[in-house]
């Protein structure tokens, strides 16, 4: 298992300069990670600074609450595109869901990958406020809806990913949809647990400790 093939390289703190994506695509390229996971407003940059590697640019849409309406979520997510994002992962309207108002929460989904057409779309539930009833739910509105992924996180909750979570969220979604695990995973033995469960992406700040403790202990080689 190459443990880089499944990291989304990821920096989504407000204070991160120009010079902090450069490191993170620098990172990247050196450690071939699938992708690089920026705030829209570094897009264009990020995808100048990985054009010549096999590094994607993935940004997220609605973040980190998920509260803004529909129309501006379908927005932001063609806009990002536009700019170079070749994945995007958008937060699912909380509220709605606990609320009851599956269709609203439907509408969302599909309102956002009807508008990004064959960009992966990945759909961050944020488990950390939802009950186990309220997961499986979310995770059937994200197939129903067409989404390509199910994301555990947005790590800017209460709570990151679970391997509880991860379990059910499988389950439900069986091979309608992938799964990114995000959230608080920060070493080798954690990335591995969620990817023997299912997980096909990691999401994390970690990625390059998490692909150095693989070197060393599997004496991969260098990338």
Do not use: W
Request: glycine share 6%.
């Amino acid at each position: 298992m190459k443990i880089n093939n499944y990291i989304d390289h990821t920096l989504l703190k407000p204070s991160a300069t120009q010079k902090d994506i450069k490191n993170l695509c620098d990172e990247a390229k050196k450690h071939r990670f699938y992708s690089v996971c920026v705030n829209s407003s570094y897009v264009a940059y990020a995808k100048q600074l990985v054009s010549k590697s096999s590094v994607k640019v993935c940004t997220v849409v609605g973040f980190p609450l998920g509260a803004c309406t529909t129309e501006t979520k379908v927005a932001e997510a063609k806009q990002a595109v536009e700019l170079g994002a070749d994945e995007i992962d958008m937060v699912m309207n909380i509220g709605m869901l606990k609320s009851e108002n599956f269709v609203s929460v439907y509408k969302d989904i599909r309102d956002v990958k009807l508008a990004i057409g064959k960009i992966p779309l990945k759909v961050i539930i944020e488990i950390s406020e939802l009950s186990k009833n309220e997961i499986v739910k979310a995770a059937q509105i994200c197939v129903d809806a067409k989404a390509d992924f199910v994301k555990t996180s947005t790590g800017f909750s209460k709570g990151g990913a679970t391997l509880t979570a991860v379990k059910m969220i499988k389950k439900t979604i069986r091979n309608q949809a992938k799964i990114k695990a995000s959230g608080g995973i920060k070493d080798l033995e954690t990335a591995k647990k969620y990817i023997d469960l299912g997980a096909d992406r990691i999401g994390t700040s970690s990625g390059v400790h998490i692909v150095s403790e693989s070197k060393s202990l599997y004496q991969e080689p260098a990338a």
